[in-house]
C-alpha cells in the first residue's frame, strides 16, 4: 500500500509560519515608520493635556474662576478671529509635536578626550609586544592609529575599559602561555586593577576579547541544594563555562545560581579533591559544606590535625563515624578506613563472580575528610611513628570501586609536604584564598583565564576537575556554629543541616549513684590494729548488730573471713552479728548475710582463740 503524503500545510508549516512571521514583522516596522508623525503628535497631546490637569490642580480654589474666565475669553477671541481656529489647530499640533519629540540623549559616535587618551595610552603599551621591525605593513607602531586595532570597546560609569576587543598580528605566538600571561597582565594593570578580567583568544581570527567579570555572590549560606545522589556542590561560578544553574534561597527570595558540581561514585573520573589555601582563606567551610552534603547518603570520617575544633558541631551525630584531633586517634581511623577499603573490593569481587549484585554496605558511600594531614607528619616523625599520610594509597588507589572519597585539605605552603598518592590521585582540586599565577597553574595544572586579584573575601578561589576548564568559585557560607563570631543567620543554616546526635545500639546507660535499694553502701572500718594472723585491712561487714557474749544472745553471730576456725565460746571481745529470723548454728567459714535493719554500731575486732579453747 501506497504512503499518502502529507498535506503541504504540515511538511512544510514551520516554513510557513516563519515567513508569515517575517512579513508581520516587516509590516509593523513600516507602519510604525508611517504613523511616526502621528505618535509623536499623540504622545505630545497626552504630556499637553498632563501638563493642564498638574496646572489646574496646582491653582487655588479662590483663584480658580479667573483662570476660566481667561480661558473662555481667548477662546472667544480666537474664534471671532478670521482663520483663528485653523491657526489654534495648527500651533496646538506643532506644541504637540514639539512636547512628543524623543527626548533620549543621542550616544556620542565616538570616545570623549579621556577615553581617546586611555585608548591611546593603551595602544602604545601593546607596540613593543606586537610589533616587529620586519613587518612592512605594521598594525602597532608609535603613534599609529589605535581603532585600527581596537574595533570595539566600552566604558563603564567611571570612565574605566568594561569590554574591548583587541587585534594583534599573526605572527604573535598566542599559543604559549608565557605570551599570553605578559599580554593579560598589560591589560588588566592599564584597565584598572582591583577587578577580575575575563580573556577570550581566538587564535583563528587573531582577536583578544576582554571583560570584566561581575563579583560573586558571598551571601549564598549553606543549605539542601538540589542535586543528584553523587553530586556534590563545591561552589558557584560564572556562567562562562558552566549551562546549569541551581535555585537557591537567601530568605524569602530564591534565584538560580550557576554551580561547580564535583560528580563522585563508581562512574566519576576524578574521585577525590585536594583543597589548598592560605589561613583563613575558607578551607575549613568548604570542608563542612562537602561533609553537611555528604551525610545525606553516606557516612564521613573527619580527621582534623589543626586541633582547633572546627569539627566539634559534627562530633555523635548519625553518620559521622569519628572525629579525631590526635596522632593516634587518627593513625587508627585512616587503618580502619583501609581495611574497609579492601573488605569492600573483596565483598564486591566476590558477588560479580557470582552474577550477584553488590551488597548493600558496599554502595553506600564512605568520605574521609582530611584537614593539615601534614602536622601529623611532623608528629610522626617526631615520635618515630608511621605517617598518617602513608595509610591513603589503598583509598586513594582503589576508593573508587569501592565508594570510598577522599578530601584531603591543607595550607597552600605545604603543598610539597603532602604524600605523592595525595598529588597522584586527587585530580580535583580547589584553591581558595590570595595566589599568584604560578601557584595556580601548579596545583591547577593550567592558569586561570581570569586576573587574581589580591582583596578577596573569604571563600573565593579557583576550581579545576581533571583537565576540565579552570572556574572561579564562592563556597557557600558554611562556618562554625559554635563560633562566637559566627551572624545568627549562619548559625541556624548550619545547625538545621546536622544529622540528630546518635543513639547507642545497646541503648544502655549509666545510673547515676541515688542510694536506691540494692547498691550497696560503704561501711566504716576500724582503724583498731590487727592480730598478726589476719588480714591488714578491716574485714566489712553487711550488718552489725550489738556486740554481745554468743551464749546470751539470740542473734547469729556470722564469723568472717580468718585464717583458723573460730568455736561457739567466745572472749571478751564482741562479735559482729547480723539481723535474721533463726540463729544458725555457727560455722567455720564465713557466712554473708543480708539484713534489713543494720545497725549503727561499729564493726567489733576478732581475738586470738586460747590454747583452751583450741583443744
Request: charged fraction near 20%; charge should be negative.
Amino acid at each position: 500500500m501506497a504512503r499518502r503524503p502529507l498535506p503541504r500545510i504540515l511538511s512544510n508549516g514551520s516554513a510557513q509560519l516563519a515567513r508569515s512571521r517575517e512579513l508581520a514583522r516587516t509590516a509593523a516596522d513600516s507602519a510604525t515608520d508611517v504613523l511616526h508623525p502621528l505618535i509623536t503628535i499623540m504622545r505630545g497631546l497626552r504630556r499637553l493635556a498632563a501638563a493642564g490637569r498638574r496646572r489646574w490642580t496646582e491653582t487655588p480654589k479662590e483663584k480658580r474662576g479667573a483662570l476660566l474666565f481667561l480661558v473662555a475669553s481667548v477662546i472667544l477671541v480666537v474664534a471671532l478671529v478670521p482663520y483663528g481656529p485653523l491657526l489654534a489647530a495648527i500651533t496646538l499640533m506643532a506644541a504637540a509635536a514639539w512636547q512628543g519629540r524623543d527626548r533620549t540623549p543621542a550616544a556620542p559616535d565616538g570616545p570623549d578626550e579621556s577615553q581617546t587618551e586611555r585608548l591611546k595610552s593603551l595602544f602604545e603599551a601593546l607596540v613593543p609586544y606586537f610589533s616587529t621591525a620586519e613587518d612592512p605593513e605594521p598594525l602597532y607602531a608609535h603613534g599609529g592609529a589605535w581603532d585600527k586595532a581596537f574595533p570595539t570597546y566600552a566604558f563603564d560609569g567611571g570612565g574605566r575599559i568594561s569590554h574591548l576587543v583587541v587585534r594583534y598580528p599573526a605572527y604573535f605566538t598566542d599559543g604559549e602561555a608565557e605570551a599570553r600571561a605578559r599580554i593579560e597582565h598589560l591589560l588588566a594593570a592599564k584597565s584598572g586593577r582591583g577587578r577580575e578580567y575575563h580573556f577570550t583568544w581566538d587564535e583563528e581570527g587573531n582577536q583578544l576579547t576582554l571583560g570584566v567579570l561581575l563579583p560573586l555572590p558571598v551571601d549564598i549560606t549553606a543549605q539542601r541544594f538540589v542535586t543528584a545522589p553523587g553530586e556534590t556542590v563545591l561552589g558557584f561560578t560564572d556562567p562562562t563555562h558552566v549551562r546549569r544553574t541551581l535555585p537557591v534561597g537567601q530568605g524569602a527570595q530564591q534565584r538560580d545560581v550557576p554551580p561547580v558540581v564535583w560528580r563522585t561514585g563508581l562512574r566519576s573520573t576524578e574521585p577525590h579533591l585536594l583543597v589548598l589555601g592560605q589561613p583563613g582563606s575558607g578551607v575549613s567551610t568548604l570542608l563542612r559544606s562537602l561533609a553537611l552534603q555528604a551525610l545525606q547518603h553516606g557516612d564521613v570520617v573527619i580527621v582534623d590535625g589543626g586541633g582547633t575544633g572546627e569539627y566539634a558541631c559534627l562530633t555523635g551525630r548519625d553518620g559521622v563515624l569519628a572525629v579525631e584531633c590526635g596522632l593516634s586517634g587518627a593513625t587508627a581511623s585512616l587503618e580502619w578506613v583501609a581495611t574497609e577499603t579492601e573488605r569492600r573490593l573483596i565483598a564486591a569481587n566476590r558477588a560479580h563472580q557470582a552474577g550477584h549484585p553488590p551488597p548493600d554496605d558496599t554502595k553506600r558511600p564512605l568520605w574521609v575528610l582530611l584537614d593539615r594531614p601534614t602536622a601529623f607528619t611532623h608528629l610522626a616523625a617526631a615520635e618515630d611513628r608511621k605517617d598518617p599520610q602513608a595509610l591513603l594509597q589503598v583509598p586513594l588507589r582503589h576508593g573508587r570501586p569501592a565508594n570510598v572519597t577522599v578530601v584531603v585539605a591543607d595550607q597552600l605552603d605545604c603543598f610539597e609536604a603532602l604524600g605523592e598518592p595525595v598529588r597522584r590521585h586527587t585530580r580535583a582540586r580547589v584553591v581558595l584564598g590570595p595566589a599568584t599565577t604560578d601557584q595556580l597553574q601548579s596545583v591547577l595544572g593550567a592558569p586561570p583565564h581570569s586576573t587574581p586579584i589580591e582583596e578577596i573575601p573569604p571563600g573565593r578561589g579557583y576550581a579545576r576537575l581533571g583537565t576540565g576548564p579552570v572556574h572561579r568559585v564562592q563556597v557557600p557560607a558554611t562556618p562554625n556554629p559554635y563560633d562566637d563570631a559566627t551572624p545568627a543567620a549562619h548559625r541556624e543554616a548550619v545547625l538545621a543541616l546536622l544529622p540528630p546526635r546518635t543513639t547507642p545500639a545497646d541503648g544502655e546507660t549509666v545510673p547515676e549513684p541515688d542510694g536506691s535499694p540494692g547498691e550497696p553502701e560503704p561501711l566504716p572500718t576500724d582503724p583498731t590494729p590487727q592480730p598478726d594472723h589476719l588480714p591488714a585491712e578491716p574485714v566489712p561487714a553487711t550488718a552489725t548488730a550489738e556486740p554481745t557474749p554468743a551464749t546470751a544472745t539470740a542473734e547469729p553471730v556470722p564469723v568472717t573471713a580468718t585464717a583458723e576456725p573460730v568455736p561457739a565460746a567466745v572472749t571478751a571481745e564482741p562479735s559482729p552479728a547480723t539481723a535474721t529470723t533463726e540463729p544458725p548454728e555457727p560455722q567455720p567459714g564465713p557466712v554473708p548475710v543480708l539484713t534489713k535493719d543494720p545497725l549503727p554500731n561499729p564493726v567489733p575486732v576478732l581475738t586470738k582463740p586460747t590454747e583452751a579453747e583450741r583443744r
